[in-house]
């Protein structure tokens, strides 16, 4: 079991900055895939991004592409979303997800086994 909790979300300007954090539980944290999706009212939860267990190799959707950047702590049980160039467009809940097993299909909530609670971000024009 995992329980993931995020935080770091809040209002910013168009062009401002955030960072998101995930603070997860478990021993096992470092065998997890783990990553970020948001969802905007009246949508789908989108995939944002995902970093696989060494950190070293991470996957972005094209809207943030050169904007966003995930890491992760193993040492600590962390995950973090680094967002610059925030546009309107970025406002949603944001949530962290835990994968148990890497798949091609990393970019769909179906292969996620636990969810935090979500953490608001908005940004103003």
């Known amino acids: 079991q995992v329980q993931l909790v995020e935080s770091g979300g809040g209002l910013v300007q168009a062009g401002g900055s955030l960072r998101l954090s995930c603070a997860a539980s478990g021993r096992t944290f470092s065998s997890y895939v783990m990553g970020w999706f948001r969802q905007a009212p009246g949508k789908e939860r989108e995939f944002v991004a995902a970093v696989r267990v060494s950190g070293g190799i991470t996957y972005y959707a094209d809207s943030v592409k050169g904007r966003f950047t995930i890491s992760r702590d193993n040492a600590k049980n962390m995950v973090y979303l680094q967002m610059n160039r925030l546009k309107p467009e970025d406002t949603a809940v944001y949530y962290c997800?835990?994968?148990?097993?890497?798949?091609?299909?990393?970019?769909?909530?179906?292969?996620?086994?636990?969810w935090g609670q979500g953490t608001q971000v908005t940004v103003s024009s």
């Open positions: 997800a835990a994968d148990r097993s890497f798949s091609g299909t990393y970019y769909y909530t179906r292969e996620y086994d636990y």
